[in-house]
């Protein structure tokens, strides 16, 4: 849904986005991305962020656990 939420990433995370808008921003650093329809990130576990969900979104994601 629309909306701002906070993430900590305990595993990676790949995401390809189907639908909607959002801003990441990446805490520590401040790195701003806007991602939408057709773009893919890479979200390395440890690091937390904050998606500004501005469109509704789907996503296809994959998750990959530390070993």
Same mark, same amino acid.
């Given at each position: 849904d629309v909306g701002r939420y906070e993430f900590m990433? +305990?595993?990676d995370e790949f995401v390809y986005i189907?639908?909607?808008?959002?801003t990441v921003t990446v805490h520590g650093t401040g790195a701003t991305h806007v991602l939408s329809?057709? +773009?893919t990130a890479h979200f390395p576990e440890g690091v937390t962020t904050t998606w500004?969900?501005?469109?509704p979104l789907t996503k296809y994601f994959v998750?990959?656990?530390?070993?």
């Open positions: 990433f +305990d595993y189907i639908r909607g808008a959002m329809e057709g +773009d500004e969900i501005t469109r998750a990959r656990a530390g070993q």
